[in-house]
């Protein structure tokens, strides 16, 4: 059986967008960091992040005499997003959440895919 010129093209092509669609701006950025961030809505919170390189995710958010700590799971997916998932409690009604993290130096910046697109600043602990 024979593909025809025009068969063989397309499947180059799909092929080649498959491989491209999941490469991650994050690999090898984000593995077992610590970064720290104040809430710009919450004058005095900060957000304290860390991914484990197990997969393992930690948030600790505290100020004004308040620390509570979420726990989860995190990986890499496209581009410049994240999957945060099977967190201890709900965050915004939800378990899951996909965010776009973009990391420049020690600097990184989390924008949450809602309507509204809040962003937090992160700079990277040593």
């Not at 104040?38 to 919170?45: I, R, Y």
């Not at 496209?78 to 099977?86: H, L, Q, T």
């Amino acid at each position: 059986m024979r593909l025809s010129l025009k068969v063989c093209c397309v499947l180059i092509v799909v092929g080649s967008l498959t491989s491209v669609g999941c490469e991650s701006n994050n690999k090898g950025k984000i593995e077992g960091t610590k970064w720290t961030g104040e809430l710009k809505e919450s004058p005095g919170m900060w957000m304290r992040m860390e991914f484990a390189t197990d997969g393992r995710l930690k948030m600790v958010i505290s100020g004004q005499g308040v620390s509570k700590t979420i726990t989860g799971k995190w990986k890499l997916s496209f581009g410049d997003y994240v999957e945060m998932s099977d967190l201890s409690e709900p965050l915004a009604g939800r378990t899951k959440h996909v965010e776009k993290i973009s990391i420049t130096g020690k600097t990184l910046v989390m924008t949450d895919t809602d309507v509204g697109g809040t962003s937090i600043t992160f700079q990277k602990e040593i």
